[in-house]
């Protein structure tokens, strides 16, 4: 079996790192504290990736992330995600939220709804707290019900999302900024 590669990447938002092997991007890690933080959470996901020049498909995914949070409207549909290894639920689950379109949002409830009940939100939120793929699954669209912003798991945590809602021109309550520049 082919070993997986990862590199760091610059994008608006800090240094981030993404993994990929022959069946499509392993995992994405948005910015830690430092470099060596950033690449020990990827690998966490991306077991035993070893630094390396990425082909063209990670070319690709890095270059819509860079895209994506310097504020282009970027679905990164077009990415390739290997999830193997990963459960029924969190697949759907991750699905899903790539459906999100930039600058809107979904709350957990609507998510589970559509998976077959809203007794599934907890554990789509669980699902979503472990997604290897943010922001190419972009977790950060996904909001509480009551209105607010709800947990992001990433470094910064609420702080991270919110910003990243921001660079989308999106707000917490659901509904697009009427003056985005998108």
């Given amino acids: 079996m082919p070993q997986a590669a990862c590199t760091l990447f610059d994008t608006a938002l800090g240094r981030c790192a993404i993994a990929w092997g022959d069946a499509g991007v392993l995992a994405v890690q948005l910015p ?87 007794h599934l939100a907890r554990a789509v939120g669980q699902a979503l707290g472990r997604n290897p793929f943010a922001p190419v699954v972009p977790c950060h669209r996904v909001l509480a019900s009551h209105g607010g912003a709800g947990g992001f798991s990433a470094n910064g945590g609420l702080r991270t999302k919110l910003a990243l809602l921001q660079i989308e021109g999106a707000d917490p309550s659901g509904s697009a900024d009427l003056f985005s520049r998108h």
């Fill in 32 to 118: 830690e504290a430092d470099d060596a933080a950033t690449l020990a959470q990827l690998r966490r996901r991306a077991h035993g990736a070893r630094q390396g020049l990425p082909d063209a498909e990670a070319r690709r995914a890095i270059d819509g992330v860079i895209a994506l949070l310097r504020g282009e409207h970027r679905d990164l549909l077009e990415v390739r995600l290997d999830m193997h290894g990963l459960s029924e639920l969190q697949r759907a689950v991750y699905e899903l939220a790539r459906r999100i379109a930039p600058g809107r949002t979904r709350t957990y409830g609507a998510i589970a709804a559509e998976l077959g009940g809203p």
